[in-house]
T-cell receptor, first 117, second 112 residues
Framework: SAVISQKPSRDICQRGTSLTIQCQVD?????MFWYRQQPGQSLTLIAT?????????ESGFVIDKFPISRPNLTFSTLTVSNMSPEDSSIYLC??????????????FGSGTQLSVL | QQQVKQSPQSLIVQKGGISIINCAYE??????FPWYQQFPGKGPALLIA?????SEKKEGRFTISFNKSAKQFSLHIMDSQPGDSATYFC???????????FGKGTTLSVSS
């Protein structure tokens, strides 16, 4: 199983600012996934980060709002830009069991609880 | 558009009782149906999963029942314990998918 370290664990931010969330995995993986978990809502995939290429964003999410970096096979960052209260949510980093494209078993970090005032 | 519908939103069960959470889907291309368990302050963790070629899978006190014709599947927790109190998510994955589609979650409270 993969061990995922995510930080910060929580933050309170002012409207209009940006926050960068870091995700470190204890093994090399090709694909890393970023999810958003809004209160009372399902986990929604924001984007898939493939090392060495641009991240692939899901419908409703854009790179200008959620830029992602993937500098190596064990690390990724997600930035939430120009934040508004609607961005208050839990952001989760995830990797699959095989580390590849289609993974049935996902491992999640503990998440970043973001509150925007 | 929500592709996996989960109910109920919350559930309270007495210790020793049976907890039942239901999910329904529409996309017949889904071929893998897991359940994830999430404790407060933690990320979700895979609990149990099933494929559409079987109607039931049991692991300890946890059982998935799958009805392919009705496009429904459910999680049964037998002899529910206070330690089972958590949020449960059903999910689905299709053959071409790169990531799971999750339901909205069910918050289970098991009272002692």
């Amino acid at each position: 199983s993969a061990v995922i370290s995510q930080k910060p664990s929580r933050d309170i931010c002012q409207r209009g600012t940006s926050l960068t969330i870091q995700c470190q995995v204890d093994s090399q993986v090709t694909m890393m996934f970023w999810y958003r978990q809004q209160p009372g809502q399902s986990l929604t995939l924001i984007a898939t980060a493939n090392q060495g290429s641009e991240a692939t964003y899901e419908s409703g999410f854009v790179i200008d709002k959620f830029p992602i970096s993937r500098p190596n096979l064990t690390f990724s960052t997600l930035t939430v830009s120009n934040m508004s209260p609607e961005d208050s949510s839990i952001y989760l980093c995830s990797v699959g069991e095989s580390g590849g494209r289609r993974d049935e078993k996902l491992f999640f970090g503990s998440g970043t609880q973001l509150s925007v005032l | 558009q929500q592709q996996v519908k989960q109910s109920p939103q919350s559930l309270i069960v007495q210790k020793g009782g049976i907890s039942i959470i239901n999910c329904a889907y529409e996309n017949t291309a889904f071929d893998y149906f897991p359940w994830y368990q999430q404790f407060p302050g933690k990320g979700p963790a895979l609990l149990i999963a099933i494929r559409p070629d079987v109607s039931e899978k049991k692991e300890g006190r946890f059982t998935i029942s799958f009805n392919k014709s009705a496009k429904q599947f459910s999680l049964h927790i037998m002899d529910s314990q206070p330690g089972d109190s958590a949020t449960y998510f059903c999910a689905a994955l299709n053959q071409a998918g790169t990531a799971l589609i999750f339901g909205k979650g069910t918050t289970l409270s098991v009272s002692s």
